[in-house]
């Protein structure tokens, strides 16, 4: 059964940290890109961060304006595990946090046109004092 699962949100002051993990069972995480993607209540689904498959030459990585310069996604093949580390939150970072998988796009099309084979649970991050 292919599966992804979210782990390490939690409650975290302004300012603070976490790291994500994305753990893959059941395929291998190096031939898809992967992307984390969050959902605010009441607001739309958005892209935060996508990161190309191992298998691609040029090693890219997109993310979106509101979290460029302090979220950094990362692959640990040997882990078959994703991260997404989060410094410097904020209140408006508070969301569910899902990962998500797919074996023929670009880090465009996942994170901006959500072309996504496979879905994790999602893990709440709440930015609050």
């Known amino acids: 059964q292919l599966q992804l699962v979210e782990s390490g949100g939690g409650l975290v002051q302004p300012g603070g940290s976490l790291r994500l993990s994305c753990a893959a069972s059941?395929?291998?995480?190096?031939?898809?890109?992967i992307g984390w993607f969050r959902q605010a209540p009441g607001k739309e689904r958005e892209g935060v961060s996508c990161?190309?498959?191992?298998?691609?030459?040029?090693?890219?990585?997109y993310y979106a304006g509101s979290v460029k310069g302090r979220f950094t996604i990362s692959r640990d093949n040997a882990k078959n595990t994703v991260y997404l580390q989060m410094n410097n939150l904020k209140p408006e970072d508070t969301a569910v946090y899902y990962c998500?998988?797919?074996?023929?796009?670009?880090?465009?099309?996942?994170?901006?046109?959500?072309?996504?084979?496979?879905w994790g649970q999602g893990t709440q991050v709440t930015v609050s004092s």
């Open positions: 998500a998988a797919a074996s023929y796009t670009t880090i465009q099309n996942m994170c901006r046109r959500y072309e996504v084979d496979y």
């Open positions: 059941g395929f291998t995480l190096d031939y898809y890109v």
């Open positions: 990161i190309s498959s191992s298998a691609s030459s040029d090693g890219s990585i």
